[in-house]
């Protein structure tokens, strides 16, 4: 809410207040100046302001915490003011002359203005439904801005931490997805709740989209009853939608982690039926964080034939769903097992990953694998753990927090705390761990930079390494 509604303000004030949050970028006086007067449909403002009183109104604003000093409106108030600007009918004009005047560009200039234009661009592709505008706003976001806008996605910023129900139930059913999906993945990699957003999720009777578009909503809600070990509402969630978790492999992750590895192991392969029915056999696998427990379940069976299944699976996952959120898990479950062959990766590079991938799943699995590697975790990753740990305590992601705990237990055994918090979670979960579901190799008992310098010495010598081939040619012919 408004720390002072637009609706008590005067009506010039209202739509300057309006029209800022549409430029959304700072903005001065004298640009101001220059758009107001080109005004058309929005009256009195144009002709309302001159510079002293545009100053007398800008200040106003500021006292009462509707902008900053930077004469932009604050970002917990500034989707409600342009959404007041949509219900009163200004939008389209506001964001047709502010294109015009501050047109964006997204290969010249400083970086700062074209992320903050960029974040506009979205905003409006949001606020009418052009998907043009959103697609090429978000591709630059994601590669530019993060820095600039908290690590926070744009569909976080707009529509996260400003939900509207009434706003967001207008919205076409793909948007309603694109919005959310981003919303929810945002909230499991760094554990924040967005509680407005979860109740529309759960009330299917809120949910302004057909019976056919459900299927991805469901499954959306399903990663999050997983990792706060809502198992119960995750077994009625497929139960009661069945036809939405067809080949999704969740059922088979209910099973696994309820510690029945041989009805997942069943569930699984009555999910991958169903996946080549759509894609054949050779191109399907599960989405997500089915995918990896699937993985999982096979580790902790442990067949002769199982290793190169799961490799079979990781190249599917990898190459199937580019730049998927879990690339890093697999990679590392992946030199667990390349570890057992004797032909480790280079670990420098799957560290350096692990270090600009701050996920909280991504971390969890990453120092997990590598204690099953049997590598002394460096302090720093055990700090990274116990915040890890603290966050999802607090935010109620308590299958999360069990396993962090679990591992916390045997990483730092004079830390009693952990063990006891896991053991108490793990009881009220009733759940599996999947902490001990790989023998740790003992036998190694080296540091991380010793296992990088191995390894990377190794690689080193590999790309020295060239195969010669000489051939003959005599009279035409070659031998």
């Known amino acids: 809410m408004l720390h002072s509604s637009d609706s008590d303000l005067e009506t010039p004030e209202k739509h300057l207040l309006q029209f800022i949050s549409v430029i959304y970028e700072p903005v001065s006086i004298t640009f101001l100046l220059k758009c107001l007067p080109k005004l ?93 505008k959103i697609d090429e706003s978000l591709e630059y976001l994601s590669g530019q801005c993060k820095e600039q806008f908290e690590g926070k996605t744009p569909p976080v910023l707009v529509a996260g931490e400003s939900f509207d129900i009434d706003w967001f139930r207008t919205l076409p059913g793909s948007l309603q997805f694109l919005l959310l999906d981003s919303i929810c993945r945002y909230s499991l990699d760094y554990l924040d709740h967005f509680q407005p957003v979860l109740s529309y999720l759960q009330d299917e009777k809120a949910i302004t989209v057909s019976v056919d578009e459900l299927v991805p909503f469901h499954r959306m809600r399903a990663s999050y009853l997983l990792l706060q070990g809502r198992f119960d509402d995750l077994e009625q969630l497929i139960t009661n939608h069945s036809d939405s978790f067809q080949g999704s492999g969740f059922a088979g992750t209910l099973a696994f982690l309820k510690g029945d590895n041989e009805e997942a192991l069943r569930l699984y392969n009555l999910d991958m039926v169903q996946l080549e029915k759509y894609f054949g056999r050779d191109g399907s696998f599960f989405f997500g964080f089915p995918g990896v427990f699937c993985v999982l379940s096979l580790l902790a069976r442990n067949t002769a034939d199982d290793p190169f299944t799961i490799r079979r699976y990781i190249h599917l996952a990898l190459t199937k769903y580019q730049n998927t959120p879990e ?109 001990d579901i790989v023998i740790p190799e003992a036998s190694w008992k080296k540091s991380l930079d010793e296992l990088i310098t191995i390894t990377s010495r190794t690689k080193e010598h590999e790309r020295t390494t060239r195969i010669t081939w000489l051939v003959n ?4 012919t070659l031998s």
């Not at 590598?370 to 890890?388: A, R, S």
Request: proline letters at 3%; glycine letters at 4%.
């Open 327 to 435: 690339a890093t898990v697999y990679k590392f479950i992946e030199a667990v097992l390349r570890s057992s062959a004797g032909n480790m990766p280079d670990m420098k590079v799957l560290t350096e990953q692990l270090l600009t991938d701050n996920r909280s799943f991504t971390t969890l699995m990453a120092v997990l694998c590598l204690h099953w590697l049997g590598v002394e975790i460096p302090e720093d990753f055990q700090k990274t753990l116990i915040n890890l740990y603290e966050k999802a305590k607090t935010n109620k992601f308590q299958w999360l927090a069990m396993e962090v705990a679990h591992l916390l237990e045997i990483l730092r055994p004079e830390d009693l705390q952990h063990g006891d918090a896991a053991r108490h979670l793990q009881a009220k979960l009733e759940c599996r761990s999947i902490v």
């Open 40 to 132: 058309k449909r929005v009256q009195p403002t144009h002709s309302s302001f001159n510079k002293e009183s545009l100053k007398l109104s800008i200040n106003n604003l500021k006292k009462q915490g509707l902008l900053n000093k930077n004469n932009q409106c604050f970002p917990h108030i500034v989707e409600n003011i342009t959404r007041q600007a949509i219900k009163d009918g200004h939008f389209s004009e506001f964001a047709a002359l502010i294109e015009h005047e501050a047109p964006v560009s997204y290969l010249y200039g400083k970086v700062p203005t074209r992320c903050w234009r960029a974040m506009r661009q979205f905003r409006i592709g949001v606020y009418t439904n052009n998907y043009d």
């Open 473 to 476: 040619y005599d009279n035409d």
